[in-house]
């Protein structure tokens, strides 16, 4: 039975990969940060099949103590500080947890497996690009972060790469786009609209803020990303890999479909920029609010992700339209 070791196990991402995992035949770790009040929510129905360890990517010696005590195959590092707007209020936070956990997690590695048997998964983003050089963005396009998200993220990823060519690990990184589902925290803007939408459906609040209507992005599955991680790390040799759908959407393209799955009709939008509004039977329902802009923004990501369906045999199989429908129905049989 392969053994696999998880940060950020409580996660939209680390919740999927442990169900995907057991599935597979593993004995699956998960890390968790001691909490006075910890949610377990998403890992509810699994719970009693992994085993938790208490530790936290900041501190080291934790890390090495639940190395040694899982002594897996294979090491999954999917926790972060992973909300962009949250990293220009918390600049050292994000770059402590996203950015310096990745070393300390690879140097814990090293400590208990100076042979480099452990093969180690590390969840890069697509925020890396940034202000993008290209599009699509590949594997080979560079890196223009536009947070301190997307800066931590690039710090780990490179140390990752930089690992595996210093001390011969089998490191792989995911750089993986935007991916959703009906496990995504509130706080996240395609949550943020479908919760939002639902509310407003059922009389629980009058209208949905949001920031940059026209930022577009390439939205994917979580369920179906988790199978690119497992698959790198499956691979004869390490390597990085794009994972993302190749299409574009715009928020405003999100909100509309939303509305239509919710069963509340047609948006009809007035304005432009920060003036612009979503009506609803003559009523502002969709409203752009200042505040949910980003200082530096993000325009459009757009990913490539061929060489991942040529060496992996990977594709996504949802589309756009079945995470939003998804993502919809979870809110109208959760707020019911």
């Given at each position: 039975?392969?053994?696999?070791?998880?940060?950020?196990?409580?996660?939209?991402?680390?919740?999927?990969?442990?169900?995907?995992?057991?599935?597979?035949?593993?004995?699956?770790?998960?890390?968790?940060?001691?909490?006075?009040?910890?949610?377990?929510?998403?890992?509810?129905?699994?719970?009693?099949?992994?085993?938790?360890?208490?530790?936290?990517?900041?501190?080291?010696?934790?890390?090495?103590?639940?190395?040694?005590?899982?002594?897996?195959?294979?090491?999954?590092?999917?926790?972060?500080?992973?909300?962009?707007?949250?990293?220009?209020?918390?600049?050292?936070?994000?770059?402590?947890?996203?950015?310096?956990?990745?070393?300390?997690?690879?140097?814990?590695?090293?400590?208990?497996?100076?042979?480099?048997?452990?093969?180690f998964y590390q969840a890069s983003s697509s925020e890396m690009f940034g202000k993008v050089r290209e599009t699509p963005q590949t594997e080979t396009t560079p890196f223009h972060p536009r947070s301190p998200y997307g800066s931590a993220k690039v710090f780990g990823h490179n140390t990752t790469v930089n690992y595996r060519e210093s001390y011969n690990m089998f490191n792989c990184s995911g750089i993986l786009f935007n991916h959703e589902s009906p496990r995504r925290g509130l706080e996240f803007v395609t949550r943020k609209i479908t919760n939002g939408l639902v509310r407003i459906k059922y009389g629980l609040q009058k209208e949905l803020r949001l920031g940059n209507l026209d930022a577009k992005r390439d939205w994917g599955f979580a369920g179906d990303y988790v199978?690119?991680?497992?698959?790198?790390?499956?691979?004869?040799?390490?390597?990085?890999?794009?994972?993302?759908?190749?299409?574009?959407?715009?928020?405003?393209?999100?909100?509309?479909?939303?509305?239509?799955?919710?069963?509340m009709g047609e948006l009809k939008w007035v304005g432009e920029g920060i003036n612009e509004k979503g009506l609803l039977n003559g009523k502002p329902v969709v409203v752009v609010d200042e505040r949910f802009f980003r200082p530096a923004e993000v325009d459009l990501l757009l990913g490539n992700p061929e060489k991942a369906k040529t060496r992996l045999g990977w594709e996504p199989e949802h589309s756009f339209e079945d995470l939003v429908a998804m993502m919809v129905e979870a809110d109208l049989k959760r707020l019911k």
């Open positions: 039975m392969p053994t696999a070791f998880i940060t950020g196990v409580t996660g939209q991402d680390g919740s999927y990969l442990a169900e995907f995992l057991l599935e597979k035949g593993y004995e699956v770790y998960g890390l968790i940060r001691r909490s006075s009040s910890p949610d377990h929510g998403r890992i509810a129905s699994i719970e009693d099949r992994i085993h938790i360890i208490d530790g936290d990517l900041t501190d080291y010696s934790s890390l090495v103590d639940g190395l040694e005590k899982a002594q897996p195959d294979e090491v999954y590092n999917l926790a972060a500080q992973s909300f962009v707007q949250t990293s220009w209020k918390q600049p050292r936070l994000t770059a402590d947890v996203t950015g310096m956990g990745v070393l300390n997690i690879l140097e814990a590695i090293r400590r208990i497996d100076p042979n480099a048997k452990i093969k199978k690119a991680m497992w698959l790198m790390l499956q691979q004869d040799e390490p390597d990085d890999f794009v994972i993302a759908t190749g299409e574009t959407h715009s928020v405003k393209d999100f909100v509309n479909l939303a509305v239509k799955h919710a069963g």
